[in-house]
């Protein structure tokens, strides 16, 4: 069973930098595809980025250019670097671990940007 511990959240202000990180268990980490969600107060939960096996990279266009998503396979850890944060970065980050036809999520992490 895959289990997924998000750390890294905080408040800060805008302009303002926060690096999320989620370690996983288990042993299928490096042939999983890894992913960082949010979820804003009302809203739905959206992708923000995804890193595959092969570390291609995709970002919701929101964040494209102010967030980096990166892994290592030796710790089993994917990280989310957020820079020049906005108030509408503000939400629950969730990591997220597919593989195969399997989802696994972790507890969320609360992200709050104050303008």
């Known amino acids: 069973q895959v289990q997924l511990l998000e750390s890294g959240g905080g408040l800060v202000q805008a302009g303002g930098s926060l690096r999320l990180s989620c370690s996983a268990s288990?042993?299928?980490?490096?042939?999983?595809?890894m992913g960082w969600y949010r979820q804003a107060p009302g809203k739905q939960r959206e992708l923000v980025a995804v890193i595959t096996r092969g570390s291609n990279r995709n970002y919701a266009d929101s964040v494209k250019g102010r967030f980096t998503i990166s892994r290592d396979n030796a710790k089993n850890t994917v990280y989310l670097q957020m820079n020049s944060l906005k108030p509408e970065d503000t939400g629950v980050y969730y990591c997220?671990?597919?593989?195969?036809?399997?989802?696994?999520w972790g507890q969320g992490t609360q992200v709050t940007v104050s303008s």
């Open positions: 997220n671990l597919q593989y195969l036809s399997r989802d696994y």
């Open positions: 288990g042993s299928i980490f490096s042939i999983s595809t």
